[in-house]
């Protein structure tokens, strides 16, 4: 019997995708909340590799290409990805009178060697930046769900999406002065009608192209990754994403 449960146990630590979690863990639900061990164990998948067919060029129909250099912005993809993550940018410090400018955004990705896979202008458009067989470096360093397989290396596991958008005061501080904020027009900041529509088409096709769960444990923000960001922000209305179990 004991050897059973040796092997058992072998077993469910190979599939649950080697987090670092002390044995007693796996031999009794968690003790604090309501959630049990399952429910938190199916947030933490095993890595899948990519299979072959989603090693060619992907792009979303919806998608205008606008490629950036794929050397200083990405990897090429070896897993499946398993999250969305949302984020918003714009290019008020170069310019406050055109923050939107797609060729301002578009360099300073290329100055600051960062990538994202798209990125959703205030229209609505969906710019194609990377293709989805890119990990595009959009995370940076961060923890999610206490599991070392993403610490620091979200990219991996997840596609980028940018919002052309401008947060709250406190979410923008970090990037601009109080003042340079109070000056901007009300109508540049927070998120459009047309994005929340874009946004909601190409999460609905990427959880169905690659089987993510349309939900907001896979669907989530920079912030909440690495917390020193503060994007998609405040302004950012999580409501409007047409996501299940809401």
Excluded at 57 to 73: G, K, L, N, P, Q
């Amino acid at each position: 019997m004991k050897k059973l449960v040796i092997v058992f146990l072998l077993v469910f630590f190979v599939i649950s995708g080697g987090c670092d979690k002390p044995l007693k863990d796996y031999l009794n639900p968690p003790t604090t909340g309501n959630k049990t061990l399952p429910e938190i164990e199916s947030k933490i998948p095993m890595a899948r590799t990519l299979p072959e067919v989603f090693k060619q060029e992907i792009v979303s129909d919806m998608a205008a290409i606008r490629y950036i250099d794929f050397e200083t912005s990405s990897w090429e993809r070896e897993f499946m990805p398993e999250f969305i993550m949302i984020h918003f940018m714009n290019g008020v410090v170069v310019s406050k009178e055109d923050p939107y400018n797609k060729d301002i955004v578009r360099d300073i990705f290329m100055e600051d060697g960062v990538g994202i896979n798209y990125v959703i202008d205030r229209e609505g458009n969906i710019l194609c930046m990377l293709p989805e067989n890119r990990c595009a470096w959009h995370a940076g360093e961060g923890e999610f769900l206490d599991c070392p397989k993403y610490t620091n290396k979200m990219n991996f596991y997840s596609i980028g999406i940018e919002l052309m958008a401008i947060g709250s005061k406190d979410d923008m501080l970090q990037y601009i002065d109080g003042a340079t904020y109070d000056s901007l027009d009300d109508s540049l900041k927070g998120f459009t009608d047309e994005q929340y529509e874009s946004l909601n088409l190409l999460v609905a096709e990427l959880c169905e192209r690659y089987g993510i769960p349309k939900n907001k444990d896979r669907i989530i923000g920079h912030e909440e990754f690495s917390p020193h960001k503060s994007d998609p922000g405040e302004l950012f209305d999580w409501s409007r994403l047409e996501l299940e179990g809401k």
